[in-house]
């Protein structure tokens, strides 16, 4: 019995974040660079921030919870998403249909809210904080709009202080406090789908016609059993000049037959065979 365990990855095959792969993901990274690249902005001195922990004057991370030692001498940032619904536009949420392959797309808008959780020692600041990022967030939605949501930073909520006992870890929570930020957001999200059997009766239908089943006739009842008899006529090639005719159009026959050959037509009972119809008059005159 082999001891490795099995691991799961990442697909190499998907981006880090996207709207198309990970859109919950993609929502949280780009709120985190919006308060990210608003305080970096901030001259030294003014919460700025920046990617060196070490160097930043504040914290911004989208980790589930803020560590105490990281956050005792600066304010903290922390974000978390709240419930999503998949938002009806119609009938069926039906976007679009192919009637040929029976493809169908549905379309939806996504809406949710983000909450920015500010957190610091000092009850003051962390609602300074707020204010200023959610001013922000309502003035430059656009910003955000470009980057691929739908709708964002209407109406945005500042709560009241409270203590942060959820955000920071172990006991010394109730030290700290918060105040969070509630911004709506909406996404728009498409999606198609391709019912499996349809593609296979497409490949049947191209299959059939390129290899045409064979004909095969039957003649008289059945015999015994529910098969009819089935008769396979294999045609030789007629003789040099087969329609050559005397005057009458007949053409004699050594073995005291009288044979007239007709033009080559189908076959009656295989339509694929052409053959070259011999009528057979015994005793006929003129021999």
Same mark, same amino acid.
């Given at each position: ?5 099995? &691991? ?20 949280r990274v780009l ?9 970096? /902005? ?7 921030? &920046? ?5 930043? &004057? ?21 974000f978390t998403r709240? #419930? ?5 536009? /119609? ?15 549905? !379309?939806? %808008?996504? #809406? !949710? ?21 959610? &001013? ?16 964002? /930073? ?25 105040? #969070? ?28 016609? %390129? ?5 095969? !006739? ?67 005159? !003129?021999?």
């Open positions: 019995m082999s001891a490795k365990i099995p &691991e799961t990855r990442s697909s190499p095959k998907f981006p880090d974040s996207s709207f198309k792969y990970t859109p919950l993901r993609h929502v709120f985190t660079r919006f308060c990210q690249g608003l305080f970096f /902005g901030a001259p030294p001195g003014s919460y700025h921030w &920046e990617p060196d922990a070490d160097k930043s &004057e504040i914290i911004i991370t989208s980790e589930n919870k803020l560590d105490p030692e990281t956050i005792k001498q600066r304010p903290g940032l922390h709240g #419930p999503i619904v998949f938002y009806s536009l /119609g009938i069926d949420d039906r976007a679009a249909l192919d009637m040929t392959t029976d493809q169908k797309e549905k !379309g939806v %808008l996504i #809406p !949710g809210t983000m909450t920015i959780n500010v957190v610091s020692r000092v009850m003051q600041e962390t609602e300074d904080l707020a204010w200023v990022v959610a &001013e922000h967030i309502w003035l430059l939605r656009d910003l955000l709009m470009k980057a691929g949501f739908f709708d964002i /930073g209407r109406q945005p909520q500042i709560g009241s202080p409270s203590p942060a006992g959820s955000i920071v870890t172990g006991d010394s929570g109730d030290e700290f406090y918060v105040t #969070p930020v509630s911004v709506p957001w909406q996404f728009a999200r498409n999606s198609k789908f391709t019912p499996l059997g349809k593609q296979i009766v497409r490949h049947i239908e191209q299959q059939l016609s %390129l290899n045409p089943l064979k004909k095969v !006739g039957s003649l008289g009842p059945a015999f015994h059993t529910h098969e009819y008899p089935v008769q396979e006529v294999a045609t030789a090639p007629p003789s040099f000049a087969p329609l050559a005719s005397d005057a009458q159009g007949q053409t004699p026959d050594p073995a005291g037959t009288r044979q007239v050959f007709l033009p080559v037509q189908p076959h009656p009972l295989n339509p694929a065979v052409s053959v070259s119809v011999r009528t057979v008059r015994p005793f006929s005159s !003129g021999q």
